[in-house]
């Protein structure tokens, strides 16, 4: 069950907790560089005249603050608000933010689930080259929820998002070369991108990768492939 930190308004040290706590996590989820949380302009309240006066960056925090219950009491309504004025203004954070809230629903009060309109942000945020949207739209192509049902497009998304170093897309294309799901079956490809996941630590990732089936020549190979991968490259041979 989710917890909630409430803002006792005629309590001016718990205020001041609160916020360093909110602080605390938009730094950690990469809202706000570290330097900047000695600064005002990171108090919730600096968050909210931001927020009016039109900055998406710091609309799309607000709306993460209500989605959370940091701070506030959970409110999906005004999160979704917040959201879609960043979103409006081509946000692409905030447009995967919204996409998460649509796609999942249930977890989240007074948001219904809508599959449709959880691909159409995703889908805004993929175009800008947000990964993490182009990882989701992958997981919806490959099982049809709110789009067609397509494995090779789920695998052209995996690519893109794998190929900025999202390791749940890169371990996600692994199994699809894996399973010959999309794509043609290639053990050493596979391989190679769980091997790249694995090296950020997914766990996922290291246990496909000691299952898939190589010999000496091939493993050697595909060791090569991820140890000389860059950013940007989408693993061939």
Not at 36 to 41: G, M, R, Y
Not at 89 to 100: N, S
Request: net charge positive.
């Amino acid at each position: 069950m989710r917890q909630h930190f409430l803002c006792r308004n005629n309590d001016g040290a718990n205020m001041k907790i609160i916020v360093q706590f909110v602080i605390l996590f938009l730094t950690l989820n990469g809202y706000v560089l570290a330097e900047e949380v000695s600064t005002a302009a990171n108090s919730l309240e600096q968050v909210q005249k931001q927020a009016e006066a039109g900055d998406a960056s710091a609309q799309t925090r607000l709306g993460w603050i209500y989605a959370n219950g940091i701070g506030v009491l959970v409110d999906a309504d005004k999160a979704v608000e917040w959201y879609q004025k960043a979103a409006a203004q081509g946000y692409p954070k905030a447009q995967y933010e919204l996409g998460i809230m649509y796609g999942s629903g249930e977890t989240v009060t007074s948001v219904a689930k809508d599959p449709n309109k959880a691909a159409e942000w995703f889908q805004k945020a993929a175009a800008q080259g947000y990964p993490k949207a182009q990882f989701e739209l992958g997981k919806m192509h490959l099982t049809g929820e709110g789009v067609k049902k397509d494995a090779t497009k789920a695998v052209e998304w995996y690519q893109k998002a794998a190929a900025q170093g999202l390791a749940q897309a890169q371990t996600s294309l692994g199994w699809m070369y894996q399973n010959g799901r999309g794509v043609a079956k290639d053990g050493v490809l596979a391989y190679a991108w769980h091997n790249l996941a694995a090296a950020q630590g997914n766990e996922d990732a290291k246990k496909l990768r000691d299952l898939t089936n190589l010999n000496s020549v091939q493993r050697a190979e595909a060791e090569r492939l991820s140890a000389n991968w860059k950013p940007g490259q989408v693993l061939s041979r």
